[in-house]
């Protein structure tokens, strides 16, 4: 009788283990059935929707490089000879280049190729202003930023993509809110002290000798 009754409980264990497992099995395929966790996929390579997404803002960094380059080119012109503005918009070149950099470097870090190098050149070479270009730049960095968390909605709902969301919180999100904050106070303080004249000259002067800097706005 004894023996009779530890195979019996034997066999009731194993049974309740197999149920147990077949239960849960079904569980996550529901769960992955209305994508709440992809179990049978490589969450480790890019989503190709995230990654064209990724390549096209890679592209957008690239563009937005050269536009700043293309201002401090033209503020550095010997007729123009603004060199405090130039040098401010040379420094947001080299920011935008390595925005650029991050984006392909993640691309790669996530298994996947750059395949689609398609950089846009500056539509402008010339500005009215030096209120004007600052003016632009605000509409880029909003544009950019715009787009940014376009891409972290699309990581969160089509690419299910917890760390693209986080690389993008991280290196990006912050940085662009103030990027737009400081560009916009300059703005501000330019027009205060007047887009023309004296005033121009002091906040011009101010940014080449060290006095005014974005980073302390």
């Given at each position: 009788?004894?023996?009779?009754?530890?195979?019996?409980?034997?066999?009731?264990?194993f049974?309740l283990?197999?149920?147990?497992?077949?239960i849960f099995?079904?569980?996550?395929?529901e769960l992955?059935?209305?994508?709440?966790?992809?179990a049978n996929k490589?969450?480790y390579?890019?989503?190709?929707?995230?990654?064209?997404?990724?390549?096209?803002?890679?592209?957008?960094e690239?563009h937005?490089?050269?536009v700043y380059?293309?201002m401090?080119?033209?503020?550095n012109h010997?007729?123009?000879?603004?060199?405090?503005?130039?040098?401010?918009f040379?420094e947001?070149?080299?920011?935008?280049?390595?925005?650029f950099?991050?984006?392909?470097?993640?691309?790669?870090?996530r298994g996947?190729?750059?395949?689609?190098?398609?950089?846009?050149?500056p539509?402008?070479?010339?500005?009215?202003s030096?209120?004007?270009?600052?003016?632009d730049?605000i509409?880029?960095?909003n544009y950019f930023?715009?787009?940014i968390?376009?891409?972290?909605?699309?990581a969160?709902?089509?690419?299910?993509?917890?760390?693209?969301q986080n690389?993008?919180?991280n290196?990006?999100?912050e940085?662009?809110?103030?990027?737009i904050?400081?560009l916009?106070?300059?703005?501000?303080i330019?027009?205060?002290?007047?887009s023309?004249g004296?005033?121009?000259?002091?906040v011009?002067?101010?940014l080449l000798?060290g006095?005014?800097?974005?980073?302390?706005?």
């Amino acid at each position: 009788m004894g023996k009779r009754n530890a195979i019996l409980s034997v066999i009731i264990c194993f049974a309740l283990t197999n149920l147990t497992n077949a239960i849960f099995d079904n569980a996550y395929k529901e769960l992955d059935k209305d994508g709440d966790i992809p179990a049978n996929k490589n969450n480790y390579a890019l989503n190709e929707i995230c990654l064209n997404e990724l390549q096209k803002q890679m592209n957008l960094e690239k563009h937005a490089s050269l536009v700043y380059k293309q201002m401090a080119a033209f503020f550095n012109h010997n007729k123009v000879g603004k060199k405090g503005f130039a040098k401010m918009f040379d420094e947001q070149a080299k920011e935008e280049h390595e925005h650029f950099e991050k984006f392909l470097n993640y691309i790669n870090l996530r298994g996947s190729y750059v395949d689609n190098f398609n950089v846009k050149m500056p539509s402008k070479s010339t500005w009215d202003s030096t209120y004007q270009a600052l003016e632009d730049a605000i509409e880029l960095e909003n544009y950019f930023y715009n787009e940014i968390m376009r891409i972290h909605r699309i990581a969160d709902k089509s690419c299910k993509d917890v760390h693209l969301q986080n690389f993008l919180e991280n290196e990006f999100i912050e940085e662009q809110v103030t990027s737009i904050a400081q560009l916009t106070k300059l703005s501000t303080i330019l027009k205060n002290a007047g887009s023309e004249g004296f005033g121009e000259y002091t906040v011009d002067r101010d940014l080449l000798e060290g006095k005014l800097a974005l980073g302390t706005l």
